[in-house]
């Protein structure tokens, strides 16, 4: 097994969650412990909606989750499950409609749809169980060419726990029966969960969206009062308990609509109330953000010998070629800067997904995977001869 090399990245998504979640837990200061630990880079960031769109090392998450597990959990090793349950739900509403909208069953064949989101590195390979009666199971099997931790693979199993119930199913069972840093050959996390949907979407990407992010510079004086311990660069990024308690109120609302009391239109103001600070914070202040809860698809233009369809539907280019292609190479310019990704083979007219997330300049830098790239070109061998192309976006549709 190689070395933790500095090509395995995550995304700033995941480093977010962390953040969160020790504020929530442990208030201002644990949040702090966490960002002195972050890359200076990084750190600069934090204020920037590019913040969550940035790729770290792989080390910096496994740097944080032993902060998180030996100092501000002592110990309790539970608390890496919980880490696992609270990234499904404050990133829920970056997953594709597509992907949450199947059957848990479907779900887990797109696993690599929602790896490439968070990570650039590992394999993953479905094995549907047996149904045990009503219980339906698979085993999700992890191959990774570096060492990953069991904090990570417990986080992990906490991860599909989570999102699992926030789709209305019941999860009867989750649990790692092989871990590579134990020596075995794989990953392998088995999921079990009742095969009737028990309730609805217990929350909507909109609401996802909306608690942690559009509240995320709310300040009501009440609440952010005292929480402030840190510096200019923490006090935007402080989110105040308000931005629970508004998806709180939103799920109460709904279970308690049949029986009429007084709080509800109390309730209902406040829900507008803080739609409307939302929607303002949303028109004036991230633009970056609006960007990445547009789920537009990216036409290409493309000119060249390769007979070839691009889309861009981020953080994927999809392509889709007439002809086997050998050696691809796919690349895109952004400030100045190149971004490549080689493939060996892509079959003929089958449609293939290549993470934005997994393109790197020469010198291993990964791209942002919220970027749509103006121009991509390609280079590949058919039938024995070098051909290229040219593509051009067109707008989305
Ligand atoms: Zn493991």
């Keep these: 097994m190689e070395d933790k090399s500095t090509k395995n990245k995550i995304n700033g998504a995941i480093i977010s969650s962390r953040l969160a979640f020790v504020e929530k837990r442990w208030g201002s200061s644990a949040k702090q412990k966490l960002i002195n630990q972050l890359p200076t880079k990084e750190k600069k960031l934090l204020d920037s909606p590019v913040f969550e769109n940035s790729w770290f090392e792989f080390a910096t998450l496994e740097t944080l989750d032993k902060t998180i597990l030996d100092d501000l959990a002592k110990g309790d090793p539970t608390i890496l499950h919980e880490l696992g349950r609270f990234s499904a739900e404050f990133n829920f509403w970056r997953l594709p409609d597509s992907v949450i909208q199947q059957k848990p069953e479907e779900l887990f064949k797109n696993t690599s749809r929602i790896n490439v989101i968070f990570q650039n590195f590992g394999e993953v390979e479905i094995e549907t169980l047996p149904d045990k009666g009503n219980i339906k199971q698979v085993a999700l ?44 050959s794989v990953h392998r996390y088995e999921v079990s969960w009742i095969a009737q949907q028990l309730a609805e979407k217990v929350i909507t990407k909109e609401e996802s969206y909306k608690s942690f992010k559009g509240t995320k510079e709310l300040t009501f004086p009440n ?127 089958t449609l293939v997904e290549l993470s934005l997330g997994e393109f790197l300049t020469n010198d291993n830098k990964a791209v942002e995977a919220e970027l749509i790239p103006d121009v991509i070109s390609l280079i590949a061998e058919v039938k024995g001869q070098k051909q290229n192309c040219v593509c051009k976006n067109a707008g989305g549709n």
């Design 223 to 349: 609440t952010i009062s005292g929480s402030f311990t840190g510096n200019s660069t923490t006090s935007k990024t402080t989110k105040p308990e308000i931005s629970y308690n508004t998806i709180k109120v939103a799920q109460a609302l709904d279970r308690e609509e049949s029986k009429f009391n007084w709080r509800i239109p109390i309730l209902i103001s406040l829900i507008f109330l803080s739609s409307l600070i939302w929607v303002v914070q949303w028109l004036f202040f991230s633009k970056v953000e609006v960007s990445t809860s547009t789920e537009k698809i990216q036409n290409y233009n493309c000119v060249g010998n390769l007979a070839v369809t691009i889309k861009v539907d981020k953080p994927y280019i999809l392509i889709n070629s007439k002809e086997e292609l050998t050696g691809l190479v796919t690349s895109f310019e952004d400030k100045g800067k190149k971004y490549f990704l080689k493939v060996k083979t892509l079959p003929s007219n």
């Design 141 to 184: 099997i992890y191959r990774y060419q570096m060492d990953v931790s069991e904090n990570y693979c417990a986080s992990a199993l906490g991860y599909f726990e989570k999102l699992l119930e926030q789709l209305g199913f019941s999860v009867t069972d989750v649990k790692e029966t092989a871990c590579q840093s134990k020596g075995d």
